[in-house]
């Protein structure tokens, strides 16, 4: 299984944003940090700024100017660490689910 398909599923029904908005060029609050949640945590699992920008229809400069952005601010804006958190602990705790126990995304998704 993708990680990113799994995280772009993730993403969608835990901030209500769909993966093509995500991979537009639309500018909306919700979609952009949607977005720049997306770039962090792939970043954390390894994927290169290249293969994450080509994801979101983004270059890899971008992906790394998001990647400093959430950095700083998951420290000071509660709103925004609050969605990362979301996002991250449902993450986290989708994949070891399916690693461990073979389950696809979908069934997994559905449990959760």
Request: net charge positive.
């Amino acid at each position: 299984m993708r990680m990113n398909e799994l995280l772009m599923d993730i993403i969608s029904q835990e901030l209500l944003v769909s993966s093509s908005d995500m991979k537009s060029s639309k500018r909306d609050r919700a979609i952009a940090d949607a977005r720049k949640i997306f770039c962090y945590i792939m970043r954390r699992e390894g994927a290169g700024v290249l293969e994450i920008g080509n994801m979101i229809n983004k270059n890899h400069t971008v992906v790394s100017i998001f990647n400093k952005w959430v950095h700083e601010h998951i420290r000071f804006n509660d709103e925004f660490a609050s969605k990362y958190m979301a996002v991250n602990n449902r993450f986290i705790e989708t994949k070891k689910v399916v690693q461990e126990v073979g389950f696809t995304k979908e069934v997994v998704l559905n449990l959760l």
